[in-house]
């Protein structure tokens, strides 16, 4: 069964930028169309950026033009690169499959924060 592990998240002030990954054991990781998400305390997770098997992006209005999703397949690994970083960032991010019942990993805490 595929596993997600996602790192990289941490407390940072509004203007800077974070790098997540996410590593994803399993062969099929590199065919798979996969997105990064989002929870803020008391809200519901969130779909904010996806990237297709073969590399084709998209993203919510909320962060377009300062967030960038990428994957590196060799490595099973999608990135998430976050600049201009503000205060309503603040949530817990995770990784998954779009279309793949996958088991969701812990997610990675980003707190923007002066």
């Known amino acids: 069964q595929v596993q997600l592990v996602e790192s990289g998240g941490g407390l940072v002030q509004p203007g800077e930028s974070l790098r997540l990954s996410c590593a994803g054991s399993g062969s099929s990781f590199s065919v798979v169309d996969m997105g990064w998400y989002r929870q803020a305390p008391g809200k519901q997770r969130l779909l904010i950026a996806t990237?297709?098997?073969?590399?084709?992006?998209g993203y919510v209005d909320s962060v377009k033009g300062r967030f960038t999703i990428s994957r590196d397949n060799a490595k099973n690994t999608v990135y998430l690169q976050m600049n201009s970083l503000k205060p309503e960032d603040t949530a817990v991010y995770y990784c998954?499959?779009?279309?793949?019942?996958?088991?969701w990993g812990q997610g990675t805490q980003v707190t923007v924060s002066s």
């Open positions: 990237i297709s098997s073969g590399g084709n992006t």
């Open positions: 998954n499959a779009l279309f793949n019942d996958w088991p």
